[in-house]
């Protein structure tokens, strides 16, 4: 008798056991991703060339740019490059079709019909 009176206030002791209440994890991951706002800034970028040309480079977005030269500027998309960013534009500065090839600080100005490509660097 005893000892069915031991196994069943053992029983009653661990079933009151998973009856309390679960208290809240304080090292839980928090799962809310926050809110993903800010602004893409513009850079300008200015350049002297060995044709005496300082172009100057405004980046629109990821995949066009603003150059200008003499006072005049043109919008110029990305294009394929195998190294560095590569920029083309049908009409241009000139009123001629061109591109800007930039590798870090050096770039090659060309636009068909004006002559030789124009070699930069970073001011």
Not at 74 to 97: C, D, F, H, Q, W
Not at 101 to 121: L, M, N, W
Request: net charge positive; aromatic share 4%.
């Amino acid at each position: 008798m005893k000892a069915l009176l031991i196994t069943g206030l053992a029983a009653l002791a661990l079933a009151g056991c998973n009856s309390l209440p679960q208290l809240p994890h304080k090292n839980k991951p928090n799962t809310q991703q926050p809110n993903h706002t800010h602004q893409h800034t513009q850079t300008t970028q200015k350049f002297v060339c060995n044709n005496d040309a300082e172009p100057v480079v405004r980046r629109i977005n990821e995949d066009q740019i603003e150059l200008i030269v003499d006072g005049q500027g043109t919008l110029m998309s990305a294009a394929v490059s195998g190294s560095g960013e590569r920029y083309v534009s049908k009409t241009g500065v000139y009123g001629k079709g061109g591109e800007w090839h930039q590798k870090g600080t050096e770039a090659i100005f060309t636009y068909h019909d004006v002559g030789s490509p124009a070699t930069c660097r970073l001011k």
